[in-house]
Structures are given as C-alpha cells and as structure tokens.
C-alpha cells in the first residue's frame, strides 16, 4: 500500500469513527484509534490491551466494516464532504464577485456564513 493511499484511508476511517464512532463498542473504538490515530502496529495493540494479534486484526477488520456498513445505510460523512465541498464553491462564486470578508457591508454574511460552515 502506497503512502498516499495509506494516509486517505486513515483520513476516511477518522471521519467514519468521528461520524459514527459512538456505535461502535468501547473496545472497537480503542483499537481503531490506537490504530489509526497513535499510528501503532497490531502488534503494539495487542500487547497493550492483552489479547493476541490476530484477535486485534479481527476485531479491527470487523469495525471497519460495521463503519462501512454504516455510512452505506446512513451516508452521513458523503453529506458532509458534500455540503463542504458546496461552501468551497459558494465562497469561490463569491469572491469572484467581489463579496469578501474584507467589505465592512458583508461582515455580518461572512459571520453567518462561518457559523454555517461548522
């Protein structure tokens, strides 16, 4: 696996856990962020939370698919990259027509607009 491919489907397991995470038990949470997110093998997992290796990698295989599964049936992270990827524009179409934070007349739009974005 290259490292750019690595890096994005340690960024799309992030999202699926930040989206999704709370319907995952306790202890699958901790291996996929232990994983993922402290970057340790499943070697390092397994010491540190006592069980065999393979039991990680089953366990850690098992979430992503429940993560998976779960953005297939809910679709809420392609929501969020959409709706972001539409305020990129929309703020694009706007500076294009002149209409920046820097105009004292658009400063209340611009705050509404960055509230919006969150």
Known sequence: MTEQ???????SMALLCDFYGQMLTEKQLQILHLFYEEDLT???????????????????KRSEALLIEYEQALGLVAK????????????????????????EQADTFWQIWQHLKR
């Open 42 to 60: 499943l070697t390092e997992i397994a010491e540190e939370c006592d069980c065999s290796r393979q039991a990680v990698h089953d366990l850690k």
């Open 80 to 103: 969020h990259q959409q709706r972001q990827n539409l305020f990129k524009q929309g703020e694009k179409e706007l500076f294009a027509l002149g209409i920046s934070g820097e105009l």
């Open 5 to 11: 491919v690595r890096l994005e489907k340690n960024i």
